[in-house]
C-alpha cells in the first residue's frame, strides 16, 4: 500500500462510519428529518476528498478542498430530494410509492393500476398522476430521469422484456408530452431481470410488475 493510498482509505472509513450513524433504523423511523441531507453531505464529501487527493500535488489540501465543496453539494441535493418527495407525497395515489435514497428519487407504479393485461395503453387513473410527476421533474429541471419498465417470469423472457420495454416507452412518452425534456428521460426495459419480490407467489408477482420513475440530480 503507498502512503497516497492510506488516507483514501482512512477517509472511506471515516464516511462510512458517518454514513451508518446517518442511516441508524431509529433515524430511518422518521425521527431526524434532515437524514437525506446529511447523507448526501457525506457521499458528496467523500467523492469531493478523493477526487481533490487526484488533481492535487498536495493530498490533505486537495482533500480537504474536495471535501468542503463535495459536501456543500451533497447537502444541496439531500435537501433538494427531500422537499420533491414531500411535494409528490402530497399529490400522488396512496398506491404510487416512492423512496429516496438520498442520491435519488424512485417512484414506482405498480403495474395493476398502470396498465391492463399485456397492454401498454397507460390507465386513466394513472395519467394524472403522471401528469403531477412530470409538472415535479418540471420544476427541478436539473435531473435526468429513467423510466424503466419490470414484469414477473410469467410467459417467456423475450416476451417480458418486449413488453417491459413498451410499457417504460408509454410512461415515457406520457411525461414528454407534458412538457418534460425529451433528452432527459430515458426508456429501458428490464424484462424479468430485476424482481422486487419472489415470483413464487402472487403477491409477489404482483410487486414485480411496475415501471420505476428513477430521478437522478445532476
Excluded: W
Excluded at 99 to 127: E, H, K, M, W, Y
Aim: glycine share 12%; charged share 20%; proline share 4%.
Amino acid at each position: 500500500m503507498t502512503r497516497a493510498s492510506k488516507p483514501i482509505l482512512l477517509l472511506a472509513g471515516a464516511s462510512l462510519l458517518a454514513l451508518s450513524a446517518c442511516t441508524d433504523p431509529a433515524m430511518l423511523g422518521g425521527t431526524d428529518p434532515n437524514q437525506n441531507t446529511k447523507q448526501g453531505a457525506i457521499i458528496g464529501g467523500l467523492v469531493g476528498a478523493v477526487s481533490g487527493m487526484l488533481v492535487s500535488d498536495n493530498n490533505k489540501k486537495g482533500a480537504l478542498v474536495g471535501g468542503i465543496v463535495g459536501a456543500g453539494i451533497g447537502a444541496g441535493i439531500g435537501q433538494q430530494l427531500d422537499r420533491q418527495e414531500a411535494e409528490l407525497r402530497d399529490s400522488l395515489d396512496n398506491r404510487v410509492a416512492i423512496t429516496n435514497t438520498g442520491d435519488r428519487l424512485i417512484v414506482t407504479l405498480p403495474q395493476d393500476i398502470l396498465f391492463d393485461v399485456n397492454s401498454t395503453f397507460v390507465a386513466s387513473v394513472l395519467r394524472d398522476d403522471l401528469a403531477v410527476v412530470a409538472e415535479s421533474l418540471n420544476r427541478y429541471p436539473e435531473s435526468t430521469v429513467q423510466v424503466l419498465g419490470h414484469t414477473d417470469n410469467t410467459g417467456s423472457a423475450q416476451h417480458n422484456l418486449d413488453l417491459s420495454q413498451r410499457r417504460a416507452g408509454a410512461v415515457s412518452s406520457i411525461l414528454i408530452g407534458a412538457g418534460v425534456a425529451a433528452h432527459r428521460v430515458q426508456s429501458i426495459g428490464r424484462g424479468e431481470d430485476q424482481p422486487a419480490a419472489s415470483n413464487l407467489t402472487p403477491e409477489g408477482r404482483a410487486q414485480n410488475r411496475r415501471v420505476d420513475i428513477v430521478i437522478l440530480p445532476n
